[in-house]
């Protein structure tokens, strides 16, 4: 809410010599908190003064235009007396006409600093000013001309054109609409700064009695509409101007002018906080009925939008139909235009859900909905309309038809206990309940009762409703900043749970491993998954959807980390970053297509079963890993050649991961996307599967602007997390010699190596200490389709050295195993 | 190889004389001395020590000695092949030490060469600073809850005391899920980790939930449509907004340094009651003299932190809590937006960019 200050000391007083910081400081702490302070003069620096233009004289130039050699007098402010000689290149105005002129040391917005200088053959002494030369719109028609009572020549302009208004904007919080309004900052000016008095409440005023001569208005919706007053003017003038004081004033609190009769409602809505609306009232047809939409029913509103009414949308009619969305926007039929001679004011209280309801359901956000949807007191519907009427007749040369319409009556404020300790406890100050009476008084409230407070709030402060409610208006009276500042001491606790260290675990050796990570969001669009590959039928397609994305593109919460990071990588590579690798641990969704997730009662806990069916409707979310690298793994130096990332890296940060965690991984080959079909493990642990590794697909790679080659692996870190040991045994190791026996094997390309180290293990027997595959050979000396696999075994016994002969025997039964299981070939 | 010298005049055995041993040793001794490096001492062992050296020749001639005889003549050749190989024993050591040492000096080389052959990683700096704000709770003895990104609605609103038509719900731009009437969102706090853990655990409960949350933010250089809080939840008996107080200027003087507190003004959030805004004070200029000029918190003395308050009541209620009996306090902070005034970042995109020269930057420790 943006508010002139000299619009809110109208109605309150602070000591003299208050400054406006101190005010606001002071507002702030008590919970409006200060934004900015405005001063549309605040840019003018300098002599800006009253002139009188003395002589003008058109000269004619060579360019083709026409410039005025003026003498103005500029009474003192020019430090002579003398008349001061200006070219002026505008013509609307005449000699005798009072203008605004800033004097030669004198500063306009943009810094645009005023001399005399020697122009069209002159030497002009200043400038006469238009509108937006001093920031004031954008008005260039020509110069400002004041009127004739503006002052005198020679006296500062500043306070004629408001340049040293002060408009200070405050934030609103939900609860508090009362400070949507002057009356309401005023009030709060009153209980937040010491020394504050005299409030005047504008919205104190006698109105006349009601009586049945007004418009004839039903109201058949009273929870909607409690309160409805009508008022009406004819003979208004639509030619009149807006006074200015009142264009400044609402333009400072951000609202346009656009015509007399509605700068009126919006100046009175901005004073009092009661949003009025106007009608013209020579095409309103009959009684006016406020009552619900029916189904099929439509409305043309004023910012000509036809809309669709729901049957909860509170509606103004006349015998023609439908002519106004009540409380949030009225109808074009009805409109107020540059014709219109004869008003009718509407001031309505109405039901502050529906307002709420219908601003969404429309998509309306206007300055009458925001109060009406928060709360507007319901007692100054007959006060906002009398002001308005006032205003009408002041200005618009209107008169006030005697009729006074007023339908219904405010609702009564409840009368709720508060325990006069409440605060004290609430704070952890000591605040007695006689403090707690004196600061709800101060807000508004009658309060009775000294142990036990019985407090009806104000009819404008309908969110105080809990006692605790009333606990935060005391507390902040006295003042947060007396809160005092007190560690509270918890039972002790159990430290971070073993799923938290690990994962903390996991990150730390990936870093060590040399990854990198990063935070990338969950959002992904089906083109993302045809860049990875997926076929139609992968289960990853499988998404849930977001109602209201940023981006079509990205309308979906991701099943797969992989887009998210191969798209990071593939930036990094963009950067000129070709050594890269990345990690992601972040919770994927997968679509459960459960039934909806109920919305519980909240005046009790839910059971166990209830809440049991929210997570039951919530989408599985379970912990992934993924990593991507590409580039050299190892850099070329001095020491040799690069060593480049290649598939078998993948494998090896999943395996790194899982080792933090105690555990071994497994792989077995698989055909997945987005990997190369014949370069991708599957990996599992416990002979569960965990996710897949291995080199990504050269189609792939190229869709996300990654080199051939690049690699990546995606896991369930949940799972793996489950898995992980805990209490490993102590391992025990025997210290006789170790018999190392190599043995070379020839199989078939297609034989995993993986199932000839589980024969050669096998085989081998308890003996067998280790076994390292240490090379794989393919080509000539093996023969087309075969390839050899060497390995290095270690043969150790626990209780003993071994006996010539016995590793050899071990080793021969391994591969005698290896043979029959694998097709293996021993190599000479 | 030859026998015990049995055709010889025992008298004639010019070897054995004295005088004769002397100059075998002599000259040994003088050889080994004269060895150069360990290749020549190995000649000199063969000549002077192997088993065809004069003084090894000289010992098998002493059988042919009388018996009288043998003991003297055994005793002067044993002297002698006992002090040559102490002397080559002595010179192996000098020349092996001389050896080492020369190679040692051959083999330096030039340790300003660069030595980084693996590439370096490093963790993403809002899950290093989500930990060490979480440690500095678990050192209080608070614990670390958890809970999905995808969250019922009633636990992201109702159950905090945002109704369906509550005002403050326009104040939170949620991103909704499909079909709609299922009521799923994506939480745009961390708050419902809160109702969870109220829901499953009986008080005193001490936690601290960090974690993403999302909001229909566009994304630039302040706003971001994810983003990280923390949030703080205490009920126990007997709290009140002195223990918040307390627990937030620990906070923040743990976080921020020594002596850095905080300062509450007066919000609203619907789960709470009393609430405040709380404001920490600049780290940087403390709010001292160098204030004004201050880029950090731009000369207010004061950096906008987060929110909090009182837990409300009717939260109490919702989650199963007797307010009767327990009172509580919640806070909430963003961690990106701690993050970027504790290490003056000025565009909040720097940490979704994932640009691997910014998380590298800060390693594994901040």
């Known amino acids: 809410m943006k508010a002139p200050l000299s619009w809110i000391l109208e109605h309150v007083d602070v000591p003299a010599g208050t400054t406006t910081e101190e005010i606001t400081d002071r507002l702030t702490l008590t919970g409006l908190k200060l934004e900015a302070v405005e001063s549309p003069g605040r840019e003018i620096t300098g002599p800006l003064v009253i002139g009188r233009v003395l002589t003008m004289k058109p000269e004619p130039q060579k360019n ?9 007098d500029v009474g003192d402010a020019n430090g002579t007396g003398e008349p001061q000689g200006i070219v002026c290149g505008a013509h609307n105005f005449a000699p005798g006409d009072l203008v605004v002129t800033v004097l030669p040391g004198g500063v306009l917005p943009g810094g645009f600093e005023i001399s005399a200088r020697k122009t069209y053959g002159h030497v002009s002494a200043g400038m006469i000013c238009s509108a937006r030369e001093l920031g004031l719109g954008d008005d260039h028609d020509g110069i400002i001309v004041l009127p004739e009572d503006a002052g005198k020549p020679g006296e500062d302009v500043r306070p004629v054109l408001g340049l040293d208004e002060e408009t200070i904007e405050l934030e609103i919080n939900p ?47 009273p929870e909607g509409c409690p309160v409805f007053v009508a008022r009406r003017v004819t003979g208004f003038d639509p030619s009149a101007p807006t006074p200015d004081h009142i264009v400044r004033r609402i333009t400072a609190a951000g609202m346009r002018p656009i015509s007399l009769a509605v700068d009126v409602t919006n100046y009175v809505m901005l004073e009092t ?38 049957p909860g949308d509170l509606v103004v009619a006349d015998d023609s139909g439908i002519i106004g969305l009540g409380g949030v926007m009225g109808g074009e039929t009805t409109e107020m235009s540059g014709s219109t001679t004869s008003i009718l004011v509407e001031a309505a209280h109405w039901d502050a859900v529906s307002m709420f309801r219908t601003g969404r359901r429309h998509k309306i956000t206007s300055e009458a909905g925001k109060r009406n949807e928060r709360g507007v007191d319901p007692t100054i519907c007959e006060a906002a309309a009398d002001r308005v009427v006032e205003l009408l007749v002041e ?11 007023v339908v219904g009556t405010p609702p009564a404020m409840p009368t709720i206990q508060v325990a006069g300790d409440l605060a004290a406890r609430v704070s952890g100050m000591e605040i007695s309940a006689e403090r707690s009476a004196e600061c709800l008084r101060a807000v508004g409230c009658e309060v009775s009762g000294s142990g036990t407070l019985s407090v009806t709030p104000p009819p404008w402060r309908p969110d105080l409703t809990d006692a605790q409610d009333f606990s935060e208006e005391v507390i902040r009276l006295v003042g947060y900043d007396q809160v005092p500042s007190v560690l509270p001491t918890p039972p002790s606790g159990r430290g971070l749970t073993r799923a938290q260290q690990l994962r903390r675990r996991i990150g730390r050796t990936l870093a060590g491993e040399g990854y990198v990570e990063v935070v990338n969001f969950p959002f992904v669009g089906e083109a993302d998954l045809d860049d990875l590959g997926l076929p139609a039928d992968d289960p990853r397609r499988d998404l849930l959807r977001l109602s209201n994305p940023l981006s079509a593109e990205a309308a979906f919460m991701t099943s797969t980390l992989l887009p998210g990071l191969l798209r990071t990588a593939g930036k990094n590579v963009g950067h000129g970053t070709t050594d890269v690798a990345v990690f992601e641990t972040a919770t994927v969704t997968l679509p459960r297509h459960a039934g909806p997730a109920p919305i519980l009662p909240v005046d009790r806990r839910p059971s166990d079963e209830e809440l049991a069916a929210l997570d039951a409707a919530l989408p599985a979310q379970p912990l992934h890993l993924a990593v991507v690298a590409t580039g050299d793994a190892d850099a070329p130096g001095w020491w040799g050649g690069a060593r480049q990332v290649g598939w078998a890296d993948a494998v090896e940060a999943v395996r790194s991961a899982a080792a933090a965690l105690g555990l071994e991984v497994e792989a077995s080959a698989a055909a997945l996307a987005p990997w190369h079909p014949g370069r991708c493990a599957e990996l599992s642990v416990d002979g569960e599967v965990i996710g897949h590794a291995g080199e990504v697909h050269p189609v792939v790679c190229r869709a996300f602007g990654l080199p051939a080659r690049s690699v990546a692996a995606e896991v369930d870190l949940d799972v793996l997390i489950d898995k992980a040991v805990h209490l490993r045994p102590a391992p025990s190791y025997s210290s006789y010699p170790v018999a190392k026996e190599d043995v070379a094997l020839v199989v078939d390309t297609s034989v995993p190596a993986a199932d000839v180290e ?45 006996k010539e002969g016995e590793a050899a025997a071990a080793r021969d039964a391994a591969v005698a195993l290896a043979a029959e299981r694998t097709g293996a070939v021993q190599r000479a | 190889m030859s026998g015990p010298n049995t055709d010889y005049d025992p008298v004639e055995v010019t070897p054995l004389k004295a005088e004769h041993v002397e100059e075998m040793r002599e000259a040994a001794l003088a050889a080994i001395a004269a060895a150069a490096d360990l290749d020549a001492l190995k000649q000199v062992r063969l000549d002077h020590a192997g088993d065809r050296s004069p003084l090894a020749l000289a010992n098998r001639e002493i ?79 608070w614990e670390v809850a958890e809970g999905p990104v995808v969250e019922a609605e009633w636990l992201n609103f109702d159950a905090l005391n945002l109704g369906p038509d509550h005002p403050a719900r326009t104040m939170q731009d949620t991103f909704w899920t499909e079909p709609a009437d299922h009521h799923v969102v994506l939480r745009t706090q961390t708050s419902p980790v809160q109702a969870r853990t109220m829901l499953t655990r009986k008080p005193p409960i001490y936690v601290v939930c960090p974690g993403r949350v999302f909001r229909t933010d566009e994304y630039d250089a302040t706003h971001s449509p994810m983003f990280h809080q923390v949030e703080g939840l205490v009920v126990d008996e007997g709290i009140t907004m002195a223990h ?24 609203y959030f619907p789960f709470t009651e009393p609430s405040a805004e709380v404001d920490v004070r600049c780290f940087v200029c403390r709010g001292g003299e160098g204030q004004a000029a201050c880029r950090t918190c731009r000369g207010e003395g004061w950096i906008e932190w987060g929110g909090c308050g009182v837990v409300n009541p009717r939260v109490l209620v919702a989650c199963g809590v007797d307010p009767a009996v327990y009172s509580g306090f919640a806070f909430g902070m963003g961690i990106d937006r701690s993050f970027m005034f504790r290490h003056d970042l000025e565009d909040l995109r720097a940490l979704f960019e994932g640009d691997v020269r910014f998380s590298s930057a800060f390693g594994t420790e901040i």
Request: charge should be neutral; charged fraction near 25%.
């Open chain 1, 64 to 72: 083709g235009k026409t410039i005025n050699w003026c003498t103005v």
């Open chain 1, 175 to 221: 609860d508090r609409a009362y400070a949507l309004s002057i009356r309401g900052i005023a009030r709060e000016v009153l209980v937040s700064v010491e020394g504050a008095s005299g409030f005047r409440d504008p919205a104190l005023r006698d109105t006349p009695p009601a009586n049945p001569d007004g418009h004839p208005v039903l109201v058949e919706d």
């Open chain 1, 273 to 310: 906080g009661r949003p009025i609306h106007g009608y013209d009232a020579d095409k309103v047809q009959g009684a006016l009925v406020v009552r619900r939409a029916r189904p099929g029913e439509r409305l043309t509103t004023l910012d000509g939008a036809d809309r669709a009414l729901d």
């Open chain 1, 395 to 405: 200005h618009g040369g209107a008169v006030a038809d005697p009729g006074v319409t």
């Open chain 1, 758 to 802: 589980a024969a050669l293990r096998d085989g081998a027997g308890d003996l067998l200490e280790s076994i390292r595959l240490f090379d794989v050979y393919t080509g000539d000396q093996v023969g087309e389709g075969r390839k050899s696999l060497a390995y290095a075994l270690r043969f150790r016994a626990s209780d003993r050295t071994l």
């Open chain 2, 63 to 141: 059988g042919a000695l009388p018996p009288q005889a043998r003991k003297e003549a055994g005793q002067r050749v044993g002297q002698a092949r006992g002090a040559v190989n102490q002397a080559l024993a002595a010179r192996q050591r000098v020349l092996e030490a001389e050896h080492e040492q020369r190679m040692l000096a051959e083999e330096a080389v030039d340790v300003t060469l660069p030595t980084t052959r693996h590439r370096r990683g490093g963790r993403h700096p809002i899950t290093l600073q989500s930990e060490l704000i979480a440690d500095l709770f678990v050192a209080m003895g």
């Open chain 2, 244 to 267: 918040l107080k307390g627990t937030l200027d620990h906070f923040a003087s743990q976080l921020f340094g020594d002596g850095i507190t905080t300062r509450f003004r007066p919000s």
